[in-house]
């Protein structure tokens, strides 16, 4: 069973900086993609970040592309996104997200994926 898990969430004043952190279990990894989704109040979620388990690729929303970073460390199953610089319209619930690689990466929906819980993220100016 796979299971997807964020910490990190919390209240930061504009130009501040967060790490979100997914705990991901339950299979190898190896073909997949690990992404951050987010979705205000009153909008579609959206893709935000990913990165191939296996080669490290990366890819951005141009919304967020300069101020996130998002990383894995293969050892821990960890999957982590540093922001960077935020702004109060990253206010949001972030989703971690699971999916097999050859089937989502660069798109931007990924309706059948794995999915945490979701941990809140509020930025206030």
């Known amino acids: 069973q796979v299971q997807l898990v964020e910490s990190g969430g919390g209240l930061v004043q504009a130009g501040g900086s967060l790490r979100l952190s997914c705990a991901a279990s339950g299979r190898t990894f190896s073909s997949y993609v690990m992404g951050w989704f987010r979705q205000a109040p009153g909008k579609e979620r959206e893709f935000v970040a990913g990165?191939?388990?296996?080669?490290?690729?990366?890819l951005y929303a141009d919304s967020v592309k300069g101020r996130f970073t998002i990383s894995r460390d293969n050892a821990k199953n960890m999957v982590y996104l540093q922001m960077n610089s935020l702004k109060p319209e990253d206010t949001a619930v972030y989703y971690c997200?699971?999916?097999?690689?050859?089937?989502?990466?660069?798109?931007?929906?990924?309706?059948?994926?794995?999915w945490g819980q979701g941990t809140q993220v509020t930025v206030s100016s």
């Open positions: 990165i191939m388990w296996g080669d490290g690729r990366t």
């Open positions: 997200a699971a999916d097999l690689g050859w089937k989502v990466w660069g798109t931007k929906k990924w309706q059948n994926a794995y």
